[in-house]
DNA sequence: GTCTATACTATGATAGAC
DNA sequence: GTCTATCATAGTATAGAC
């Protein structure tokens, strides 16, 4: 049964969005999945850690998901890229500013703590910068277009981070617009 | 004896920065401290919540004397700003990059969990933030100013976030440069 | 009256029994 | 495959030592 697995990882994703690793306790998981108290261990035999890199791992490719689908909306890259990060903005928002930056808390948390969790974060940011440092790549060339693509995920990571404890989008669409001045020129 | 109230809210500091808040037991704090176990709820009768926000308090303002520090080494904004990214920079590097960005765990994992830490953490954002804008505004203007200072905020905390992440400078760098940029022109 | 040892309740993650 | 036991540790509070 691969539904009641799924459903999970799903609730997991939630939780570590909104709290993070180790206040997400797998009691609130359980319950919250409505899965049968022991069969955690069944489907997740190495316990919450594997767990947590499943759910950062889903968290993340459908973060990927919706930057490859901003970026195609325009072929400016400016554009393209101050509209991910204003959609993201309202996403923020309306979520009550809990939600936005599913891994970031995560990523925070497990850095110096857990190095499986650490290379889980690691290797979903190198998609997402992957993903920016091509659209980029025509007007600026490589180099600069992973610069780019570096300050682009850190100014959003960082302007959410400043969105939730202000809640305000004030500082995700600050980040928007002052990127928007630097792919323009 | 206020040396051994003191010496709680410098380990928690530590503490918090590396792992964040849940994960920063107070049975940890008191022996890393090496206060008993009992004067805890003599030195911070609410608790934990006390105990951090005191923390994020002090933690805080040992950095914004840093940016306040590193602003007066050059008359251009754009050393300046960029001069404290790469000194920050050698600071996560040096801790083995488990250092760098003493609230920015806890920012988000309070950020929906716990009102006062999530002041504490804003209050400490905001304090930084008027020193950049303050060293930005004659060139640029309040409005611009602003801005600026807002993304550069969120440019360092993401940047440490993928340092951290990545075990590497580079995204610091990166942000440092491509800040220069924006302020350089 | 300032400080600390100890005990308490809850909940954490985990693993073996059914 | 799921329930229940286990064992550690969490945060907290109180009663007593100095």
Chains 1, 2 share one sequence.
């Not at 600069?144 to 500082?171: F, K, N, T, V, Y």
């Not at 669409?173 to 928007?180: D, F, G, M, R």
Request: aromatic share 6%; glycine share 10%; hydrophobic share 45%.
């Amino acid at each position: 049964m691969t539904a009641k697995r799924d459903e999970i990882i799903a609730t997991t994703c939630e939780l570590l969005e909104v709290q993070g690793y180790h206040a997400t306790g797998l009691n609130r998981i359980l319950q919250e999945s409505g899965a049968p108290k022991g069969s955690l261990y069944h489907y997740f035999p190495e316990g919450k850690e594997e767990l947590a890199a499943e759910a950062i791992a889903r968290s993340g490719a459908g973060i990927a998901g919706h930057i490859e689908r901003a970026l195609l909306e325009s072929d400016d890259p400016a554009e393209a890229v101050t509209g991910f990060i204003r959609a993201l903005a309202g996403h923020v928002a309306a979520s009550g500013y809990r939600q936005g930056g599913p891994i970031t808390a995560v990523a925070l948390e497990a850095a110096s703590t857990s190095e499986r969790l650490r290379l889980a974060c690691r290797d979903q940011y190198r998609g997402w910068q992957a993903l920016f440092a091509a659209k980029l790549r025509p007007r600026y060339g490589p180099a600069r277009a992973d610069r780019l693509a570096a300050l682009i995920i850190a100014a959003i990571e960082g302007g959410i981070i400043l969105a939730r404890s202000e809640r305000s989008l004030q500082p995700l669409l600050a980040v928007a617009e002052e990127i928007e001045v630097l792919l323009g020129g």
